[in-house]
């Protein structure tokens, strides 16, 4: 097959076949991650920049080490120190990095769309590594990743994916993708995090998680963003535990050896208790690793041969 | 096919002849299978070496490791080429340090092949040798290599292609000539 994007934005564009093409490159990667002598001359003379605009130490590692093992000559702009703090605007900083030559930029940003406007902008690859909360592709792809090594093919597999998926972007990607490779998607959480609009997505919701997780191949906890407690969108984070929260009893519902996932940070004992985040069903290590593999393959996708493809 | 055949330059007697040949040379000339270890280059390279580790197996009763070896990501093209190859694990699941690294392939040709592929081994671990095994010697070298085990030496120009066939990876047996469309 041959890649002929020049930027990851979304999963939306891409067909199954692409998504299934982006896994099966991760696969040599991850062998390469498991190596004492971790650095490949691949991508020797290309150039990745990382532009921040929130925190995030875990994704820019990941992206930082994935383009540092293949060869290329990593930079990181740290927003906070940069000119944007003297009001540059994004298409300044945008014309500048197109001026510097760099060959792929991989951008977060708390507002949706950014990545999609700088891919306008630049000649240079881009890669979504999360946008306000539109969408976290490379977070979803290393999802499919840990999901095929533990349950094979993903089709007619069933996928729960349980928290705040009103403000997640994990889980938009997640499900525009798992419905391409054919799995079943059942999100639940509670009311005000699961709005019924969320229907558009074309899967099935439900606010009861004892209800769903009989027959499950994977679950994903997904992170409860504390600081919105305040905001008054569920009563109590004891109440969101007792009723959504996962645990090694809770699971045994699914009667399947079911894995766990979590994109991470985790709130131990909130969206999961410490016993099944530690426990052999658990994942959630694995994805971290698997992240680095798969951002390896997109990296190597996007600029590995001379560019010249058409997006 | 990316040509016309030519000319069939060995059938599949000719190719199993060559492999029972090079398996003796490897043997005669590291006196035996003392720290062998194969290492065949994908794709056609693999069943190459599976079927040395087979004739060793059969001459000497003893089962040398095999790894596979893919060096797509050690071109030094790559960032010349519009499309990117597709990457295939490397799977070496034992170390090479210290051992004699026994390298197939089956067409050499620039030597650019086996130059990523030393590189990539090189990463691997601290072989004490590597030797070089191939089907075809088809000359036009571009760096200094030579192989250690020749199949068959085929003297081309350089608008002409060397195919080989193997049952497991085309269905049939057999080495073509063929001109460059």
């Known amino acids: ?311 | 096919m990316e040509g016309t055949p030519k000319n069939r330059i060995m059938d599949a007697d000719g190719i199993r002849r060559a492999i029972s040949r090079i398996s003796h040379e490897i043997l005669e000339k590291n006196q035996g299978t003392k720290d062998l270890v194969l290492i065949g280059i994908r794709t056609r390279g693999v069943p190459l070496a599976e079927r040395i580790k087979e004739r060793i197996a059969e001459f000497e009763g003893v089962s040398i490791p095999l790894g596979l070896l893919d060096i797509t990501l050690y071109r030094d093209d790559l960032s010349t080429i519009d499309i990117q190859p597709v990457l295939h694990e490397t799977k070496v699941p034992f170390s090479l340090d210290g051992k004699i690294v026994i390298l197939v392939d089956d067409v050499l040709f620039t030597g650019r092949t086996v130059r990523a592929a030393l590189d990539a081994l090189l990463d691997l671990g601290r072989p004490s040798k590597i030797q070089l095994a191939v089907l075809v010697d088809r000359g036009h070298r571009e760096l200094p290599i030579r192989a250690d085990y020749v199949g068959k030496n085929v003297p081309t120009s350089s608008r002409e292609i060397v195919s080989v066939c193997l049952e497991e990876t085309d269905g049939s047996e057999e080495v073509f000539l063929q001109e460059k469309k």
Do not use: C
Request: glycine share 8%; proline share 4%.
């Open chain 1, 1 to 311: 097959m041959n890649w002929k994007h020049k930027d990851l934005l979304d999963l939306d564009i891409l067909t199954a076949e692409e998504i299934k093409h982006i896994l099966k490159t991760a696969a040599p990667m991850k062998e390469i991650l498991a190596r004492p002598n971790k650095k490949l001359p691949t991508l020797r003379g290309k150039s990745v920049v990382m532009l921040f605009y929130e925190n995030s130490t875990r994704t820019r590692t990941s992206f930082e080490t994935a383009a540092k093992i293949l060869g290329a000559d990593t930079s990181n702009i740290a927003v906070a120190q940069s000119s944007v703090s003297k009001g540059e605007t994004l298409l300044d900083t945008a014309k500048t990095l197109q001026a510097m030559k760099v060959d792929l930029v991989v951008i977060r940003h708390g507002s949706s769309g950014v990545a999609g406007f700088l891919a306008d902008e630049l000649s240079a690859g881009v890669i979504n590594g999360g946008d306000g909360q539109h969408a976290h592709p490379t977070q979803a792809l290393l999802d499919f990743f840990t999901m095929q090594e533990r349950l094979g093919e993903l089709q007619g597999k069933k996928i729960v994916i349980v928290g705040d998926v009103l403000h997640s972007r994990v889980v938009r990607s997640n499900v525009l993708g798992l419905k391409k490779l054919g799995a079943e998607v059942v999100l639940v959480g509670p009311p005000t995090l699961l709005p019924s609009e969320m229907n558009y997505l074309g899967v099935k919701t439900s606010y009861d998680l004892d209800k769903e997780l009989p027959g499950a191949d994977a679950v994903m906890a997904l992170r409860l963003q504390l600081e919105r407690q305040q905001s008054g969108l569920f009563p109590s984070i004891r109440e969101y535990s007792r009723l959504y929260g996962l645990s090694l009893e809770r699971l045994k519902q699914t009667g399947k050896d079911t894995i766990i996932m979590h994109p991470g940070p985790m709130n131990r004992g909130v969206e999961i208790t410490s016993d099944l985040a530690d426990s052999v069903q658990s994942v959630i290590e694995e994805q971290v690793t698997n992240g680095v593999a798969v951002r390896m393959a997109l990296i190597y996708l996007l600029i590995g041969g001379t560019g010249s493809v058409v997006d």
